[in-house]
């Protein structure tokens, strides 16, 4: 169940299924990671393709903010869930905020990594595969528009910023 917000951003009493914030454009928060690693690359996640939306792009690691969780747990959570990886509330860095569209709020945080691809337990239900990638790379796909992608213009800005941080 995801938390729903209202027009404002504020949190309401209502909980609601994933499937009905989409299916009707409801008002719900979220959260993004950008994981990093010492060679200025950022880790992507392929979608598994029995996803509803975006199956088969690459994206970062992002979920829904569940009832009565805060931006940075949900994002602890979702990298136990889909990565395997246990990271400490400390290394977990607030990078940004984002309101979108009026429809939803999003957090950004960025953390450092350097496991191995083959080291990452991905949730088979969500990801098929994951892949380091050079932030420069991420950006070229992202100005080239790929159809591998998930990620849109409004994000080339805070994978810029990304790279003057490592």
């Known amino acids: 169940m995801i938390i729903k917000i209202d027009r404002n951003g504020n949190v ?5 299924d994933e499937k009905e914030i989409y299916n009707n ?4 928060k979220e ?9 200025n690359q950022v880790l992507l996640q ?14 970062l690691c992002t979920g ?9 747990y949900a994002a602890k ?9 246990n990271i400490k509330l400390k290394n977990i860095i607030p990078f940004a905020i984002f309101d979108e569209s009026n429809i939803h709020k999003i957090y ?35 100005k080239n528009h790929s159809k591998q992608i998930v990620h849109k213009e409004n994000r080339i ?8 941080i490592y």
């Open 77 to 85: 959570r979702e990298m136990k869930e889909e990565l395997g990886i």
């Open 12 to 16: 309401t009493n209502e909980t609601v």
């Open 108 to 142: 950004f945080f960025y953390t450092r990594c350097n496991l191995k691809i083959n080291e990452f337990v991905i949730q088979k239900e969500e990801l098929s595969e994951v892949m380091w990638f050079d932030i420069d790379k991420v950006i070229d796909m992202i």
């Open 64 to 72: 829904h903010i569940e009832k009565m969780e805060s931006p940075i």
């Open 46 to 59: 392929k979608r598994s393709s029995n996803k509803k939306f975006y199956p088969n792009m690459w994206s």
């Open 157 to 164: 800005n805070l994978f810029k910023k990304l790279k003057d």
């Open 31 to 39: 959260m993004v990671v950008f994981l990093l690693n010492d060679e």
């Open 25 to 28: 454009n409801l008002f719900n």
